[in-house]
């Protein structure tokens, strides 16, 4: 992009808008049964709701996956949405720029991310993990789409 000058977001080609959570992430899914049984039963937290790309969701769902569970999950999420039936933008060029501006929200404080769930928990979430798995999250970004 040439400086000074303004694009707008990419257009979702081939993907229609949709109700978004715009909160999507673990966090705000509820499960029940267990192993092979086991099933979405709820979403929950539907206070930022609004309408636009699925990529949105995906999006922050991916980016909190890399920094929870490391860089390959987060990566992997879009796959498995489009492999349960969802669509996505088709352009290459805006799945890098939702995913971008989803990670770089968490930046350069991805720490905030991991203090609830150090209290439930996960201890292994210190803030260098984060910061690392974010750094790297948006490193694989740039590889696959730049």
């Known amino acids: ?3 000074g000058r303004r694009r707008h977001p990419p257009r979702a080609a081939g993907a ?8 999507f992430h673990p966090a705000n899914v509820l499960f029940s049964g267990d192993g092979p049984h086991l099933r979405i039963s709820g979403v929950v937290d539907w206070v930022e709701t609004s309408w636009g790309p699925a990529d949105l969701d995906v999006a922050h769902c991916s980016t909190a996956l890399a920094l929870l569970h490391g860089v390959p999950a987060g990566m992997a999420f879009a796959g498995r949405y489009t492999a349960a039936g969802g669509i996505l933008a088709e ?3 805006a799945h890098l720029y939702w995913r971008l501006l989803d990670a770089l929200a968490f930046a350069p404080d991805a720490e905030k991310v991991a203090v609830p769930w150090r209290e439930l928990g996960r201890t292994d979430l210190t803030p260098e993990v984060v910061t690392d798995r974010l750094e790297g999250y948006v ?3 740039l590889e696959r789409y730049g």
Request: with cysteine.
């Open 1 to 3: 992009m040439a400086a």
């Open 16 to 23: 229609p808008g949709c109700f978004l959570h715009r909160d």
């Open 91 to 93: 352009d290459p060029g």
């Open 139 to 141: 490193q694989a970004l």
